[in-house]
Structures are given as C-alpha cells and as structure tokens.
C-alpha cells in the first residue's frame, strides 16, 4: 500500500529495492518482487494473480528432492 501510494503522489520510480539471496524460500518470492517493483508491467501483461503469472513463467517437475548431504530428503 505505501508503493502504491507513493507511486500515485511522485509517479512510477519511487523505490529502489536491493537483496543478496532474492530467492530464498519459493518461486513465489521472485513474483512479490516483481509485484512490488514493477506492478504496471504485471498488469499490462495481462498477469494480475500469482497462478496466470506462474502458468507464464513457471514449469512444474516432479523429482526427488536431495538432501544439502546428498541423499535422499526425508522431510
């Protein structure tokens, strides 16, 4: 809310945004950074929900996923 207010007092440039690790956690992050820089691309693109933009961006697999010690995660 306050992007989107500062956005509509001082225009689009309002923020400058910096992170070492900006995907820490989920695919979801790098879709709440975008959110939050550049909503108006998001929109003229025609990506308003997280799923239409996932379904662009995204690609779903199905792995096993590895343990930082190399085998098997059991979590």
Do not use: C
Not at 5 to 19: D, F, I, K, N, P
Not at 39 to 66: M, Y
């Amino acid at each position: 809310m306050k992007l989107d207010y500062l956005r509509s007092q001082h225009g689009e440039r309002v923020v400058t945004m910096a992170t070492a690790t900006p995907i820490a956690n989920s695919v979801t992050e790098a879709y709440v950074m975008q959110r939050y820089l550049r909503p108006d691309l998001l929109e003229n693109a025609g990506l308003r929900v997280f799923d239409q933009w996932a379904a662009t961006f995204g690609k779903t697999v199905s792995e096993i996923e590895v343990a930082p010690t190399g085998g098997k995660n059991s979590g």
